[in-house]
């Protein structure tokens, strides 16, 4: 016998567990057993799954407790008196919180609840809880507005988490499909209250969230007492429903029942019909609002018709396009005009320039030297061409041109004016 296989009768356990000095099953037993029991008595919050009184067991009832939010389950053993001190009326589906210790079979390997103390959760402790936990979810920011996803206006598939066979599931797909005939469905069936509602609900929403082609979640259940509504409540579901990437729609109950999962959905619907009616457009009447927005559409281009036919109408009749060639015979009649206008005002200034011509030509003709040659006068110049004005300019014996009316003569001055 080897070290490991010898350590339960000496009391002691061998430091370290190896493939070549392995631990017996009865010393991993006992290790875990030791783990377990260093526990202590705790406090353990649950909901009743199923409840076992056996007669003739020494007063002992065995029960199982399953977390509300996740499928795990743990086997409680008490006694009748402890029941019947702390929940004599206790059934499955009820919440209780006890106080229990840990036990570790090792024959079984099993592991076990034994409580000594079992409260029932009453109606006002549970919403005391939930109002605390409504607290801490707003909070968080878990039913900000901000954050809440549209619906989208025609979903291509409808994720649809209900009960089965429920008048729930009858409400959402009848009127979906009365008001959309086409309308596409992948229903999830769940439980909707009792201890396994929040496991199925969570692996539902799961499934279809995670399917491309589900545009829109619902998750509905008929009216119900605040118990049987609690899995809607449940703080996992919540954060689940808060992080999903598909848009979510509360349908639970009726309008006064409000579970935290319609502060947290994208949309509250007060019923699962009211669900259908947001999910999904009524057909009848968005063919009338084509129709009506057909017959918009062609009275306004009616209309635009009209109008452009009387502002055709009004150029047609206007004289420019009703007789085109008015407009030529205006411009030519301008032109015409103006052409005689320029003729005038170009003869009227020919003659004007030609009497001041000849008016000029007399003014000239009268100043003129060869006027005054003309009325017997001449012009002596001397040689260098220079006109004589007095008899002093010029000597005896000086050559002379002297200027007729007609012709020159040339002399010589045989003496002057002193002489």
Known sequence: MNEAQAAPATGTAPPKSTADDPWPVRVVSQKIGAWITKLGWVWVDGQIAQINRRSGSRGLVFMTVRDPAANLSLTVTTSEDVLEAGAPELAEGDRVTLHAKPEFYPARGTLSLRADEIRQVGLGELLLRLERLKKLLEAEGLFDRRRKRPLPFLPTRIGLITGQNTAAERDVLMNVRRRWPGAEFRVAHVAVQGPNAVPQILGALKVLDEDETVDVIVIARGGGSVEDLLPFSDEALCRAVFAARTPVVSAIGHDPDTPLLDYVADFRASTPTDAAKRIVPDLADEIDRISEARHRLDRAILTRIDRERQRIDAWRSRPVLARP??????????????RDRAGRSLEHRVRRADDELRHTLARLRALSPLATLQRGYAIVQRGDGHVLR??????????????????ELTAVVTSGEGE
Request: aromatic share 0%; no cysteine; glycine share 12%.
């Open 325 to 338: 060639e008015t407009l030529i015979e205006q411009r030519a009649a301008e032109v015409a005009a103006l």
């Open 390 to 407: 007095a008899a002093g300019e010029v000597g005896a014996g000086d050559p002379v041109r002297v200027r007729l009316a007609e012709g």
